[in-house]
């Protein structure tokens, strides 16, 4: 399918808050006020509508993966559903080409009372499968869900883990042109997860256009060539996954501390990233952050530059160091700049690097800089974490004779 | 609007749309195949009835049927007529088909919310899928009922040529008011209970139980004027007395000659029949874009 694929051109969605009107009572009252030509447009909003999804275009072609985050309601899962055709766009078009397989509530359509059999046969007809199709692949099915010995057992006897696999067994088998994939990579046990994923890759890899959302940015990173972060609909980020994962990991650490100072005593100008940010795992990368130091010199509080090395995946400081703790002192006042030189002992992985001042009286740091690492795998990665072990082994004077 | 520059056409959108209603079932038939086995499976597994639950909802209209025609005999110090059992088998199946389809049908799409706003696919299976489970369940009754007959001594005649074709327009009824209840549900809930109340009534404005000529003229023509009417009269006709539908069919009364069947009836049921399914289809169909957000 050389045309296959998805567009998006200025796409706005309107949501209601609250309660719509459900019952008839509440209806003719809207329906007069519609009629008096006093009720709200169609394409404005109006008291307690939102914009889900304000604005977006993006384009995702064959071969192209895209992945789609950003924190919970900011319009991930209502963009999936335009593409889906579930929700039609208040304005705007999307365009879909090509036949969609969507892993997305692979259980949504499983009826407790039937058993695994039967319930394949329905969640794939659901799903878009030609009946034909799935008794064609039913025994890959199974065998791919590994719970052939329950196959025929109602599916409302199985534990919950159990439920999701066969359902994701099915949209596994699906041959699609245009493959959306929504936070269903966290099904089922850790062997069934790495089957999962290693399925997903696979079928990522068939050259077909991929959307995906997940909140497990490691798996974005590893998939999605292209990304969009969204915040409140709106796209507030569109570029290569790794950028839009800094992006979003390092949002809370430039916004989230307030600047309690605000006569601050240091301020750090730009972080200078030796390369494109792409590393080998085991690196001595050098950096530099230039700064000013006001002319009244540091205060007693200001204990000194503070780095830190982020994981992008879960946000968790991986390693971190300051000047202080290294005994490099600042100087008075003036300009000056800093370079630091680090081993990056981290596995693969997007990093996020800051550099904050920080506060030793509020115990708490300054907003600050941050840039990104890309780290790939290298050949001089020693280990995560260097505890630098020593050992001895001498005689005892208590041990024991073992013929006593 | 991105859905009609997507789609241009110099067809009228009526047409237009009645084209992709077609095109969407006929591309969902395996789906429609598959919810209607799911709903079947469902009604006769873990269940005590079985099969016998197509039977019972007949069984039940036959029996308030024999016991008011009883009355209604006594106290006139009459006999009940000769095929008044016969008559009343064969409308009670009509009659269970549409209360059951409808029954079900009209809670089809909130019953499955889940999928409703989470996966795509036709919405139009929903209804549709649980009618034709239906159907299903009638046609097990059918076979009752047809042996029933035959040890009741009813003789085959030329006339069960226009079984099939009442069976279809019923059907096309049913689904045509299967369609816009469902739809009506999502957006209004209280229609569910509105529709249990309006069937479970619904007997006595419909001529199941007794014949439109046991009434006065003007109060038998207005019987007749419920849709179902013309269909579920022309069964009885067509079956027990091997009518052809095609000839009007007069009967002495105490009113004097009451006018029993017309050929327009039937034509009269197919209009009901066909301009509401286009109808409500239609109206399903446009409306079915918005379900994700009001269900």
């Known amino acids: ?404 | 609007m991105p859905s009609e520059g997507l789609n241009p056409s110099d067809r009228p959108r009526l047409l237009r749309d009645l084209v992709e209603i077609g095109s969407d079932v006929w591309r969902s038939r395996d789906l429609l195949y598959q919810l209607a086995r799911r709903d079947i499976r469902i009604r006769y597994k873990q269940a005590i009835m079985g099969l016998g639950w197509a039977v019972l909802m007949p069984l039940l209209i036959v029996s308030a049927g024999l016991l008011i025609r009883l009355a209604m005999a006594t106290v006139s110090g009459s006999t009940l007529p000769k095929g008044t059992i016969a008559g009343i088998m064969v409308k009670s199946l009509p009659w269970a088909f549409f209360v059951g389809a409808i029954g079900t049908s009209v809670t089809s799409l909130t019953a499955n919310m889940n999928l409703v706003s989470k996966v795509y696919f036709p919405r139009e299976v929903l209804p549709i899928g649980t009618t034709l489970a239906q159907s299903f369940d009638s046609l097990i009754g059918a076979t009752a009922v047809t042996l029933i007959l035959a040890f009741l001594g009813v003789q085959p005649t030329l006339a069960l040529g226009w079984v099939p074709i009442l069976a279809l327009l019923l059907f096309l009824l049913t689904l045509a008011t299967a369609l816009f209840l469902s739809c009506a549900n999502l957006f209004f809930r209280d229609v569910k209970y509105i529709v249990q109340v309006l069937l479970m009534f619904g007997i006595f404005f419909t001529p199941v139980l007794y014949e439109p000529a046991m009434l006065p003229p003007t109060a038998a023509k207005l019987a007749m004027l419920n849709p179902l009417a013309p269909l579920i009269e022309g069964l009885r006709l067509a079956v027990t007395q091997g009518h052809s539908l095609l000839e009007p069919l007069t009967q002495l009364t105490k009113h004097g000659v009451a006018v029993v069947w017309q050929p327009w009836y039937l034509a009269y049921s197919a209009v009901w029949a066909v301009a509401g399914l286009v109808a409500s289809a239609t109206l399903f169909h446009r409306l079915e874009f918005v379900f994700a957000e009001y269900v």
């Open chain 1, 1 to 404: 399918m050389a045309d296959a694929g998805v567009r998006f051109e200025n796409v706005w969605k309107k949501f209601h808050r609250g309660e719509m009107h459900d019952s008839l009572r509440d209806l003719v009252p809207a329906l007069v006020r519609r009629a008096a030509g006093r009720g709200p447009k169609r394409e404005e909003l109006a008291a307690g509508d939102f914009w889900a999804v304000s604005d977006v275009s993006f384009t995702v072609r064959p071969g192209q993966a895209l992945g789609i985050m950003g924190p919970n309601g900011a319009g991930k899962s209502t963009i999936l559903k335009l593409v889906t055709g579930i929700l039609r766009p208040t304005r705007g078009s999307c365009a879909v080409r090509g036949r969609i397989g969507a892993l997305i509530e692979v259980s949504a359509g499983f009826h407790p009372d039937l058993t695994g059999r039967e319930n394949v046969f329905l969640q794939g007809a659901i799903m878009g499968m030609p009946t034909a199709d799935i008794t064609r692949k039913f025994d890959a099915i199974v065998e791919f869900s590994g719970i052939e010995e329950f196959i025929d057992t109602p599916v409302k006897r199985y534990s919950s883990g159990m439920n999701a696999r066969p359902g994701f067994s099915i949209a596994a088998h699906l041959d699609p042109e245009v493959l959306i994939i929504d936070e269903v990579l966290a099904v089922g046990d850790f062997s069934f997860q790495q089957r999962a994923f290693g399925r997903v890759r696979e079928l990522v890899n068939r050259d077909i256009a991929v959307i995906m959302v997940s909140h497990q940015l490691d798996r974005i990173a590893e998939l999605c060539s292209d990304a969009i972060l969204l915040e409140k609909g709106k796209i507030i980020r569109h570029g290569s996954a790794a950028d839009c994962i800094t992006a979003y990991v390092l949002a809370p650490a430039r916004t989230a501390v307030p600047a309690a100072r605000s006569d601050a005593p240091v301020e750090l100008h730009d972080l200078k990233l030796p390369t494109d940010g792409t590393v080998r795992s085991g690196d001595r990368i050098r950096f530099a952050i230039t700064g000013t130091i006001a002319p009244g010199g540091l205060p007693s509080w200001v204990e000194g530059i503070v780095i830190t090395v982020r994981s992008a995946q879960n946000g968790r400081a991986v390693f971190s160091t300051s000047t202080a703790r290294v005994g490099t002192q600042l100087p008075d006042n003036g300009e000056f700049e800093l370079t630091v030189g680090l081993q990056l002992n981290v596995p693969e992985g997007i990093y996020a690097l800051e550099a904050k001042v920080w506060d030793r009286e509020r115990g708490d740091s300054l907003p600050g800089l941050a840039g990104y690492l890309h780290v790939q795998a290298g050949t001089d990665f020693t280990g995560t974490v260097q505890m630098n072990p020593t050992m001895s082994v001498s005689p005892s004077v208590s041990v024991r004779s073992a013929t006593g």
